[in-house]
């Protein structure tokens, strides 16, 4: 299958892809990109991780063809916006600068189809510990960066027993009570500078959990990430917003049997390749 035979959308909302990171999946990006195009493209943040590159210099070729294919999205006419966060900070002192015809700013408003108007935001603005206790920050990086390598070691193990693909990382976000209430609070605080502004719903990213959900009176949407879950947001032409998921990949490359996916958008030739 040929690349502008690709699933066609109004706009995509991507974000945290981490590139620069050993964590980035960017071959399953590479993936989705390939089977997904957009007239507008929105890079909701932390697409290059600056503060591991700083840490340790880490950009393998998949991660450079990233950066390649959206250029040449940008070259096929799609118009491409990067929302900086906070692992790519640095951006925000290029806000209003085009890179490749990439533009770059802190936050924007997006129109649907419809109608409704939605702040696009990375998310980090309204994160406590990112704002007041930035070596408290770094030092969640560091122990999500450990669970990951746990990830590594516990799947490997259970593919020896022949078990499934488990995130042991996932896992323990969701099930640590902090946390728990630490993604409630955000999605709160978010929704309410949508209100603030008038907005009729929120998309970031930052908390690498996606969601369509609806927070009094307010559609808030996380884009989720490219290290753990590899989910995008989708507006349709008549401007439904859709969650997806691009993990089929996941269980397969690491050595596990292959699972039947719902959510795998993929034509069955391409499937079959």
């Not at 590479?30 to 493209?41: C, N």
């Not at 603005?125 to 560091?142: E, K, M």
């Not at 397969?252 to 069955?268: H, I, M, S, T």
């Amino acid at each position: 299958m040929v690349e502008n035979e690709a699933r066609k959308f109004r706009t995509l909302f991507l974000s945290d892809v981490h590139l620069g990171s050993k964590g980035a999946k960017a071959s399953f990006l590479l993936d989705f990109l390939k089977y997904h195009d957009a007239d507008t493209i929105y890079l909701v943040g932390d697409i290059v991780d600056g503060w591991r590159l700083r840490r340790n210099w880490h950009w393998p070729q998949e991660h450079n063809d990233i950066v390649q294919k959206l250029l040449r999205k940008s070259r096929k006419g799609a118009r491409i916006l990067y929302i900086a966060g906070n692992h790519d900070e640095f951006l925000r002192d290029f806000q209003g600068t085009h890179f490749g015809g990439i533009e770059v700013m802190d936050r924007t408003m997006h129109e649907t189809a419809d109608g409704r108007k939605f702040l696009v935001i990375h998310g980090d603005q309204f994160d406590v510990v990112v704002r007041n206790a930035r070596h408290i920050a770094y030092l969640g990086d560091w122990a999500y960066d450990a669970a990951l390598a746990i990830n590594t070691v516990m799947n490997k193990v259970r593919r020896m027993l022949g078990l499934r693909y488990w995130s042991f990382s996932a896992w323990a976000k969701f099930r640590v009570k902090k946390a728990v209430n630490f993604i409630g609070s955000f999605q709160t605080v978010v929704s309410d500078e949508a209100r603030r502004i008038g907005a009729d719903g929120v998309i970031c990213g930052h908390i690498h959990h996606a969601t369509i959900e609806q927070i009094d009176g307010i559609e808030y949407i996380n884009t989720g990430d490219w290290v753990e879950s590899c989910t995008a947001i989708v507006e349709h032409h008549d401007g439904r917003m859709e969650l997806l998921s691009w993990t089929h990949l996941i269980g397969e490359q690491a050595g596990f049997a292959p699972v039947v996916r719902l959510d795998d958008k993929r034509p069955k030739a391409a499937n079959a390749a």
